[in-house]
């Protein structure tokens, strides 16, 4: 009788040690599993840098969906390559050097790492005299540079149509490599090359290119633009 309490107590004992042992097992694991977890959470939380693009219908996108507009192209491109930039249309139609000097410090209210000027088209169109427009786009400049020194400046060259004359013309197209040399500027030469002129690349008013026409500009800018990202 005592052999058989005896031996009960032991497969009693022997249960109890194992039970405690897969208990102990499970508890130093579980511990572990949270901590990566959380690890990768924070890991997988990355600050992404700003592109401002800062211009008139051009950049706006008139005519067509938003998301056919060369900005939200480069935004496509960027994260295909997953890299770490978002983009900011700050596209307005009908938009002026001088309308965009008025309108830079509502921008300038968000933080940008990198900024893409195209302003000065509708000068042109216009016949605004051309030391006007010259003196806004160095405004616009001057405000991004104060409020974010450490900024990568894009200028999108423009050229204007020939019925403007000659001087004009060649002025007008100056204005963008002076300024572009002078505040050391990243210069896309002619934001329109490959599309200006072509009947098929522009909407009916032969000025605001088609979706087609934005794929171009688009590869016109990230030609200049993917070595600052």
Known sequence: MFEIFENRMKTYLITLVVLLFVLACNNDK??????????????????????????????????????????????????????????????????????????????????????????????????????????????????????????KLVLAGMQIPPNMGPDYITEFKNIYSDLAAKNKMTLIPF????VGGEEKLNQEDGIHPTAEGHKILAENIWRELKPLL
């Open 191 to 194: 934001l329109l090359e490959g």
């Open 30 to 151: 579980t511990p572990a599993v949270q901590t990566n977890d959380t690890k990768g959470k924070k890991d997988s939380v990355v600050q992404k840098k700003t592109i401002v693009f800062f211009g008139n219908s051009l950049t706006a996108g008139y005519g067509i969906s938003p998301s056919e507009a060369f900005p939200a192209l480069i935004q496509h491109r960027i994260d295909s390559l997953a890299l770490t930039w978002k983009v900011v249309n700050a596209g307005v139609s009908g938009e002026t050097s001088t309308g965009g000097n008025s309108r830079i410090d509502w921008i300038l209210k968000q933080p940008l790492d990198i900024f893409v000027l195209e302003l000065g088209a509708n000068d042109g169109l216009r016949g605004i005299p051309l030391t006007q427009t010259r003196e806004s786009l160095q405004s616009i400049i001057d405000k991004v540079k104060a409020k974010y020194p450490s900024v």
